[in-house]
């Protein structure tokens, strides 16, 4: 499975960004994809997941109501739709792939990950 993200840059507090991530290679409806993000310093931390099958999303608190997880299955491609950003908001974002049935928080439990991308929020 190869995992590409894209879509990274500078944006102003307030705006929006839209990163896209495209899987390729083995992929299969008993899997999960999503975003995590690492700012400097910090842990890597979990921002968005969403199930291929059925299509369940799950958000960490601090982008909830901020920021929407979609899917293209057409594409094999997710979406994270980046809303009303934040000074914090500013990390290397990560897309990521994990099989099974289950949205996992801890980096350590997915299985494929992209290269990142950077996204910087300025005042």
């Known amino acids: 499975v190869q995992l590409q993200a894209s879509g990274g840059g500078l944006a102003q507090a307030g705006g929006s960004l839209r990163l896209p991530c495209v899987a390729s290679?083995?992929?299969?409806?008993?899997?999960?994809q999503g975003w995590f993000r690492q700012a400097p310093g910090k842990e890597r931390e979990f921002v968005a997941g969403?199930?291929?099958?059925?299509?369940?999303?799950y958000y960490a608190d601090s982008v909830k109501g901020r920021f929407t997880i979609s899917k293209d299955s057409a594409k094999n491609t997710v979406y994270l739709q980046m809303n009303s950003l934040k000074l914090e908001d500013t990390a290397v974002y990560y897309c990521?792939?994990?099989?099974?049935?289950?949205?996992?928080?801890?980096?350590?439990?997915?299985?494929?990950w992209g290269q990142g991308t950077l996204v910087t929020v300025s005042s």
């Open positions: 290679g083995r992929t299969s409806n008993d899997a999960g």
């Open positions: 969403i199930r291929w099958s059925g299509g369940n999303r």
């Open positions: 990521a792939l994990r099989w099974g049935s289950t949205i996992q928080t801890t980096a350590q439990q997915w299985h494929y």
